[in-house]
């Protein structure tokens, strides 16, 4: 940060641009491991038109710029590895427009998925992508998040139509529309999800909603092992049974669970589920997934019928990191996923576990198993470099496995800092082709430096 690109900065911000050591700090920490990292200021814009100022500046000065939404991502996204600012995009926070016949909501970056399903609840409408946290919809995006309900109605990369993008010379970028479908050009809409903010800020976001389901029921039911389990979530998804959610917790995720919120779980694994539609279809499904766990020897199954019932079963398990932390006080969190066939998940979870165990760490295991996703949270005392290292080859391992048995190193954690260095084995050249595309978008390599492709001198 030059002293000419702070007094530029200055003058289009005024107080919303600070280099308070508390406000910087507050920028610069993770959810998870990794050292805190601030940046050296920290702006609030309001408008797009803003967005594009700074950008302008920044590159003007070869200031790095992270985009930052609600701090709840798990891989060092928003660290500013590299100094400049970090752009708080917290007060571009409207619902723009709401088109009930089209089912589509335009907002702004900062609002929350909560935030909009509240302005939607009157409409019958609902955002569905649900990643746990209470995420800012711009973060999400950038990070193509998905979540418990992924498994009936997608990512964010089949619930995005259009999205405004401001790139790193203050080029304003409008991509998609709102038609419900396209074949004109490059998709520069899917290219900007999952992007990571390395490509262009995010200023604005056309959504597709869907209709309040009449009927939902939830349940929850314990297994004597892990293996049946998982054997339970194939049998369900190979039968075409309709599941709006689909959670795996293992025996120590149950643990946390009773001691963090005080219920009495059997300490086994479990599955949480979720059935949506009409009172007829959401019965129906549930019955034949009644009949399946039966079959596999499920127990303790109960139902979880009404909306005050539903909210505390799934509020639990968004809580589960914070549980699981405080299984073990005091520790950090190395939190890792991969995404694998549905066919392979078993033999995935197993041999994960038994990498845990071999070496010696407390690592519960959960996921969205309903589409092959699930994740390890490895618990560490800080600044024990022993336990980080036997961490991170259960990572490094639990990477691998997911690429050999034809599947991804992450499911939804994305990339950041924390899984950049496997993205050569899963990508290979196409990594390079990533770093080309950066390249041509932003040149100077000001946005988000340091994560998701290649430095600019790698091979």
Not at 13 to 24: H, M, V
Request: aromatic fraction near 4%; charged fraction near 20%; proline fraction near 5%.
């Amino acid at each position: 940060m030059t002293p000419e690109a702070l007094s530029a900065l200055t003058a289009l911000l005024g107080q919303r641009l600070s280099t308070s050591r508390a406000d910087r700090e507050a920028h610069g920490h993770s959810e998870t491991w990794f050292a805190p990292t601030p940046p050296e200021a920290v702006a609030w814009p309001e408008t797009t038109a803003e967005v594009s100022e700074i950008l302008k500046i920044c590159s003007a000065h070869r200031v790095p710029v992270v985009a930052f939404g609600a701090g709840s991502s798990l891989e060092g996204h928003t660290l500013a590895v590299q100094g400049g600012i970090s752009l708080d995009m917290g007060r571009m926070n409207r619902v723009l427009a709401v088109h009930g016949a089209d089912m589509q909501a335009v907002v702004q970056p900062g609002v929350t998925r909560e935030a909009l399903n509240t302005e939607l609840r009157a409409t019958g409408l609902f955002f569905p992508v649900d990643p746990g946290a209470n995420a800012s919809l711009g973060g999400m995006a950038a990070t193509r998040a998905s979540g418990t309900t992924t498994v009936r109605y997608g990512s964010m990369r089949a619930n995005v139509l259009a999205l405004e993008v401001v790139l790193a010379d203050g080029r304003i970028l409008r991509t998609g529309s709102r038609a419900a479908k396209t074949s004109s050009g490059y998709d520069l809409t899917a290219l900007m999800l999952g992007s990571e903010g390395t490509l262009g800020i995010i200023t604005e976001l056309t959504l597709r909603l869907h209709g309040q389901p009449e009927a939902v029921s939830a349940a929850v039911c314990a297994f004597d092992s892990l293996h049946v389990a998982v054997e339970t979530v194939m049998a369900t998804i190979q039968l075409g049974i309709g599941m709006a959610r689909m959670e795996f917790v293992d025996a120590a995720v149950v643990r946390a669970f009773n001691l963090y919120a005080g219920v009495q779980m059997p300490e086994k694994p479990h599955l949480l589920v979720e059935f949506n539609g009409s009172p007829a279809t959401a019965a129906e499904e549930a019955r034949r997934f009644g009949e399946v766990v039966a079959e596999m020897g499920g127990a303790d199954f109960s139902w979880a019928t009404t909306a005050e019932a539903r909210g505390k079963l799934w509020k639990m398990r968004h809580a589960a990191y914070p549980a699981c932390l405080a299984s073990r006080p005091g520790s950090v969190g190395l939190v890792t996923d991969i995404c694998v066939p549905i066919s392979r998940l078993s033999e995935a979870v197993e041999q994960t576990r038994d990498d845990i165990a071999a070496e010696g760490l407390m690592g519960p295991i959960l996921g969205h198993v309903g589409d092959g996703n699930f994740h390890a949270i490895l618990l560490l005392a800080p600044d024990n470099a022993d336990e980080m290292a036997r961490a991170k080859r259960v990572a490094a391992r639990m990477a691998e496995r997911a690429l050999a048995l034809g599947g991804t190193v992450t499911g939804e954690h994305g990339i950041g800092i924390g899984k950049r260095g496997y993205m050569a084995a899963e990508h290979g050249q196409g990594w390079q082709v990533m770093g080309a595309i950066k390249a041509a978008l932003d040149p100077l390599g000001i946005l988000n430096p340091g994560k998701v492709v290649p430095d600019r001198d790698a091979p």
